[in-house]
């Protein structure tokens, strides 16, 4: 009992000190490397900080069930994302549009 | 049927409520309330719904990102990193105190739970606080939803792209903190509920559920924080003065 509750509170720590870390390198990143990528880089960043939460601070680690569920809702949300971001990286109506020129 | 019969202590305990078929004969009732499992399992398809809900935004924010990367990238610079980098880590330490509680509660020590419960609340107030700071300044500087900066065809008006991106940062920052205060009345709810002995070593899936949404709260803005406050770091949109 208090041997797993050692454990338990440990790997709680353990992921703290990986978020932490994650956290300086989003921070610091765009100060060292001035890059095109970012954007990209930060959300992966991001991306796989998610990936410790839902694991270990929200128990999905051995969760069938739910963690299908959730990978399930991931996709149809990352569905949806490809759907419009293919539109909106073909954009015709820009000279048009409220949402890019208002005024016109 | 009513059991007053049972006291505070196991007042949790799930009393079967007793059926009469026409012979007389007693059956019983099934009783969902030490469910553990549904209860988690239905409290995981309601944060599915606020990622659906935040999943939207998030599309609407990227279209919008995608049609004026340049604004974004100059009205991201502008903001205060440090303030948003603070917080960033305020929340983490919340949802280490927030998991800390529950293994505590877990294994027996609610004394030690009601503690880490207590201790998380504070920090988020902490982060409300950071943020009120924060759209305080902002406001002083004229940035604020009905603001001339951010309404279009004034003389103060900001370029449309920042518009867009100031509106979906009040929004969504807004809506994040809504969260938290939702997360801190929840989390007082529940050490009321512990005072009560309805949530108890044996039966926390109240405690258990909370700590799920605390966590959800801290994930969400996993992805706002790089979204608003990163994006424009470093020199990327052209030697822009940081921080407001």
Redo the contacts between chains.
């Keep these: 009992m208090v041997t797993s509750y050692l454990i338990e509170k440990v790997g709680y720590y353990k992921v703290l000190i990986g978020l932490l870390l994650l956290t300086v390198v989003t921070f610091s990143l765009p100060e060292v490397v001035v890059s095109k990528y970012t954007f990209s880089a930060q959300m992966f960043i991001a991306t796989v900080k998610a990936w410790l939460i839902l694991m270990y601070y929200m128990h999905l680690k051995g969760e069938k069930t739910i963690g299908w569920s959730v990978l399930f809702s991931l996709l149809i949300v990352a569905f949806f994302f490809s759907i419009v971001m293919i539109d909106v990286n073909n954009f015709q109506y820009t000279d048009v549009s409220h949402i890019t020129s208002p005024t016109k | 049927m009513a059991h007053d019969s049972h006291d505070a202590h196991d007042s949790h305990v799930y009393v079967p409520e007793i059926a009469v078929d026409r012979e007389g004969k007693e059956h019983v009732v099934q009783g969902w309330q030490g469910d553990y499992e549904g209860g ?2 239905g409290f ?2 309601f944060m ?1 719904t606020e ?2 809900m935040f ?1 939207a935004m998030f ?1 609407a924010l ?3 990102y ?3 990367q340049q604004d974004f990238l100059i009205a991201s610079a502008s903001l205060n ?1 440090w303030l948003g ?1 603070f917080n ?2 305020v929340l ?2 919340s ?2 105190t927030m ?2 509680g529950l ?1 505590k509660m877990r ?1 027996g020590d609610v004394k030690g739970a009601k503690l880490m419960i207590w201790t998380t609340i504070l920090l988020a107030l902490v982060f409300l606080g950071v943020k009120a700071v924060e759209w305080t300044a902002e406001y002083h500087h004229g940035i604020f939803l009905g603001l001339d900066a951010l309404q ?2 004034n003389e103060h008006s900001k370029p ?1 792209g920042q518009i867009l991106f100031f509106g979906m940062y009040f929004t969504m920052t807004g809506l994040h903190g809504f969260h938290i205060i939702i997360g801190i009345g929840l989390m007082l709810w529940l050490l009321k509920r512990i005072n009560a002995q309805k949530v108890t070593p044996d039966h926390n899936i109240l405690h258990f559920n909370i700590a ?1 949404y605390w ?2 709260v ?2 969400i803005w ?2 706002v ?3 608003f406050y ?2 424009g ?4 949109a052209g030697g822009v003065v940081h921080g407001h």
Excluded: C, E, Q
Excluded at chain 2, 233 to 236: E, P, Y
């Design positions: 988690k399992l995981w398809l599915l990622v659906m999943g599309l990227t279209y919008y995608t049609l004026h990193r980098g960033t880590v983490l330490f949802a280490l998991g800390l293994l294994h279009s065809g449309f799920l966590d959800l801290h994930l996993v992805f924080f790089p979204y990163m994006i770091a470093g020199d990327i």
